[in-house]
């Protein structure tokens, strides 16, 4: 599984990616409450060149990650729920199909205050 | 204590090569409200694409105001929300999530708002009610919001000291007027959530 390695368990923080999702062992995915609605995921180069050969909506899922997508969005392609996509979505990932991007918070919860520094400069362009 | 990388590292901004691209960052902010008051038309006005909608499943006990029935009963509830998305810089993609106001509802609200930026919430001065809910929502759960007055015909010339009164603001909190439909009226709205979010971060 290819996880954004910027993410790590941490004491109390709101979001803990547990520590399988950094081992070489790929049996296990992410937990489904470790995958925010936000969290982002790309294809990789294996996902491409395997997207042919898998079952449509896979396919679908892949494809539509060349560019980064949500949780929410591959639920709105695909008109499934959420939960759903959030399955197919730490399937690919195991496989090494899909990367996940997921949000970096510190350990009150909240997003790190560079972060915040960055969408401020980010709006205040627009 | 600050976020650390994987390797142990001290996370911080000077990380990034220059000109490298950085890693990929989703953040969220979540748009609450009552019935109607204006979130979809928010999210629409700041989406760089089409509004989507997604939907998820929830178990709850139904609370009974809704039901005929006195005794609890275990249901599951199909919420759709509608969310949008704006691209910030190379790495950072901010979601907007439209969350429906009605209170059986909040039950769905603990695993939205983790990890939020913070929140706006839309109201309508007409139906001040529908919003009450949401700004104790908020303020109990320490999540930074703001509340914008969508402005309707018919609500402007307020003074905001008696709205803040009446909607028994808390201190601190800030209050904005938007028109939803509104570009720059809505990200004017989101600059003083960060704003605010940022003064309160540590
Ligand atoms: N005049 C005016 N009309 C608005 C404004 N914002 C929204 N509206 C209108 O109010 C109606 C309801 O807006 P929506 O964005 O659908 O509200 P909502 O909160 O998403 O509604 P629900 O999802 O049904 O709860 C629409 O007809 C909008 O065009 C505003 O700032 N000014
Ligand atoms: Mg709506």
């Known amino acids: ?11 109390d923080g709101g979001r803990v990616v547990p520590n399988y999702a950094f081992t070489a062992g790929r049996t296990r995915s992410l937990a489904g409450a470790d995958m925010p609605i936000e969290a982002l995921v790309t294809a990789t180069e294996l996902g491409l060149a395997k997207a042919p050969g898998m079952a449509p909506e896979m396919r679908a899922i892949v494809e539509a990650s060349t560019e980064p997508q949500s949780l929410a969005e591959i639920g709105a392609l695909l008109g499934v729920p959420v939960g759903v996509a959030r399955v197919l979505v730490s399937d690919l990932a195991a496989e090494d199909h899909l990367a996940v991007h997921l949000p ?9 205050r560079e972060l915040l520094e960055r969408l401020l400069d980010g709006l205040r362009a627009r | 204590m600050d976020s650390v990388h994987a390797d142990g590292r001290a996370a911080t901004a000077t990380d990034v090569a220059p000109g490298a691209r950085r890693d ?15 979130k979809t038309t ?13 939907e998820q499943q929830m178990t709850s006990l139904s609370d009974g105001v809704d039901d005929t029935s006195v005794v609890p ?3 599951t509830t199909t919420v759709a929300m509608d969310f949008g998305r704006v691209t910030i810089d190379d790495s950072l993609v901010l979601y907007l999530f439209g969350t429906p106001g009605q209170s059986r509802f909040w039950f769905m609200w603990d695993e939205l708002a983790r990890g939020a930026v913070g929140a706006v919430v839309l109201v309508d001065l007409r139906r001040i009610d529908d919003c009450f809910a949401a700004i104790d929502y908020f303020e109990n759960r320490g999540l930074p919001f703001v509340v914008a007055l969508n402005e309707f015909p018919g609500t402007d010339g307020v003074d905001d000291e008696l709205v803040r009164d009446a909607l028994a603001v ?20 989101l600059i003083v959530l960060v704003e605010h979010a940022l003064a309160r971060s540590v």
């Open chain 1, 104 to 112: 970096l918070v510190g350990t009150d919860g909240r997003p790190r």
């Open chain 2, 73 to 75: 009963e275990k249901t």
């Open chain 1, 1 to 11: 599984m290819t996880v954004d390695r910027r993410q790590r368990p941490q004491a």
């Open chain 2, 24 to 38: 990929l960052l989703p953040l969220k902010i979540l748009v609450a409200g009552g019935f109607g008051v204006g």
């Open chain 2, 42 to 54: 928010l999210v629409a006005a700041l989406s760089e694409v089409p509004p989507l909608s997604t």
């Open chain 2, 170 to 189: 808390p201190p601190g909190c800030p209050l904005v007027h938007v028109d939803a439909r509104d570009d720059d009226s809505c990200t004017r709205a």
